[in-house]
């Protein structure tokens, strides 16, 4: 991919992104298997900003939702029907000029219960019906193996990630999807938000805190069974793909240091480590970084690694790193400096508000900077392409006369896609950039429709009423000349 010094390269991979326990429905159809997101469920008397009780999944929590055999309050079951309505859908996004759409393969779709032999083939073949629509419009297809659809089966059955065993079952779907469409798919990307097995635990890696003795010791333990399975996983596709690329993915948790005290500094320098490079540096670097050694020390906590897990990592890192961006958060170590702060939401964790910038209605603070400077401050790291694989406003639109007129999403874009231009400039090399979400779908925080990202509004409302027809919004025009002009009429 050559780069232009003024702007986006020749090539560039502009699109959308999906994921399938958000977007899809087909709850039970074809013999599909309950997921960890379809027992999400939709409160209307919550505070939609709150997500602990949607993110601490209990024991009680699993059982009330599998007691629940239909749809209702379980907006995830039901998504925007792409199951049946991909054909429109995928149109819409070919008529804005999309190069590439981002969209997961229901893990829970093609092994209703994760420990199969076989798998589910009419789950396949409604895959293979998505390529080749996307196919038709010369649209490549981003695929995510794992995005928050792991079968519920494998939480209550097997304990979920902490047991080892999962990455059998989910080397047999990679394998399975490397096999049937090596041909057909040129990259993909592993986990989801890796790191979210720190903030939204149980989608990430079926833990329930409930049903474990140390919880923090298992989150780390299933974390590291994801990195085993993400390193095979690289394996297999470069042994049944060899044309395809594979990457890894992880909610970028940018972080400023609340003042320039050098014990914020070095708060903030933590909380990177931490919450960010270190799932990169595993992936990427192939090993573990010595910082955690600490971490893992001061918290009691002891990864078992069986024979031949370093091999494993260090064998087989990914081809690009992709990330989701939304918002900067600010930090500090000091109980004194953080009573003076207030507190704001962000995306899976909360956060100190940040004086300086704005917040969409749902507390998440708006900073296109942080995306140039995260850009650059992961490739100056890694030195792998990037792509960005997430990044939008959550707002409620209002369809008036058929008609969204949402300037605010424009200008949320505008400004992150001339720092990414920027970004450009300075040296990073960016395949492609999906933002989220191609068309309104249910959120996976507080499973409400009302806060919707995408260039085509659903009409759908948060209780499931609505006629699910497709509406064009103004940001659908105004992507569509984005990408035209790759990148140079903004």
């Not at 990914?318 to 004194?336: G, H, L, M, P, Q």
């Not at 960005?388 to 896609?417: F, Q, T, W």
């Amino acid at each position: 991919m050559e780069h232009s010094k003024k702007g986006f390269p020749e090539g560039f991979l502009w699109g959308g992104a999906i994921a399938a326990c958000q977007a899809e429905g087909g709850f039970g159809e074809d013999h599909k298997g309950i997921s960890v997101s379809d027992i999400s469920f939709y409160d209307p008397d919550s505070d939609r900003r709150d997500l602990s009780k949607h993110l601490n999944i209990t024991s009680s929590v699993i059982e009330k939702a599998l007691r629940e055999t239909g749809t209702k309050g379980y907006p995830k079951r039901e998504g925007i029907d792409f199951y049946h309505r991909y054909e429109e859908d995928i149109r819409l996004c070919a008529e804005m000029g999309f190069k590439v759409f981002r969209f997961s393969i229901a893990w829970s779709r093609i092994f209703p219960k994760g420990d199969e032999l076989l798998p589910n083939e009419k789950g396949l073949e409604f895959y293979d019906r998505v390529l080749t629509e996307l196919e038709k419009y010369n649209i490549e297809p981003l695929v995510t193996l794992s995005h928050f659809e792991m079968p519920l089966h494998i939480v209550n059955e097997y304990g979920g990630w902490k047991n080892r065993k999962v990455i059998e079952m989910f080397i047999r779907f990679a394998e399975l999807l490397f096999r049937r469409y090596k041909d057909r798919v040129r990259y993909w990307i592993t986990f989801n938000e890796i790191n979210a097995g720190r903030f939204s635990t149980f989608k990430s890696t079926g833990l329930v805190e409930d049903r474990s003795e140390h919880y923090l010791q298992d989150c780390y333990q299933a974390i590291h069974h994801q990195f085993v399975a993400s390193a095979l996983a690289v394996e297999k596709c470069r042994r049944f793909a060899p044309n395809s690329q594979i990457g890894c993915m992880i909610a970028r948790l940018t972080t400023y240091p609340a003042t320039c005290h050098p014990d914020d500094v070095l708060q903030a320098m933590l909380d990177d480590q931490y919450h960010n490079f270190f799932y990169m540096d595993v992936q990427a670097r192939g090993a573990y970084p010595p910082y955690m050694n600490r971490f893992f020390e001061d918290n009691g906590i002891e990864i078992v690694m069986e024979p031949g897990d370093t091999e494993i990592l260090q064998n087989n890192i990914i081809d690009f790193i992709s990330f989701s961006y939304y918002v900067s958060a600010i930090t500090s170590n000091s109980k004194e400096r953080l009573a003076q702060l207030d507190e704001t939401e962000g995306n899976l964790t909360r956060g100190i508000r940040n004086p300086y910038l704005v917040a969409s209605d749902w507390g998440w603070q708006i900073d296109p900077v942080g995306i140039r400077y995260s850009m650059n401050t992961i490739y100056d790291r890694y030195q792998k392409p990037l792509f960005i694989v997430e990044n939008g406003l959550g707002a409620e639109d209002k369809l008036e006369d058929h008609e969204i007129h949402d300037h605010y999403r424009i200008s949320y874009l505008r400004e992150h896609i001339a720092q990414m231009k920027e970004a450009i400039r300075d040296g990073v090399e960016l395949i492609g950039y999906t933002p989220w979400s191609a068309i309104d779908i249910v959120s996976s925080g507080t499973s409400e429709m009302s806060k919707r990202y995408g260039f085509i509004y659903v009409d759908k409302d948060d209780l499931g009423n609505g006629t699910q027809k497709r509406y064009k919004k103004d940001s659908f025009y105004w992507y569509k000349q984005i990408i035209a002009s790759n990148g140079a009429d903004l």
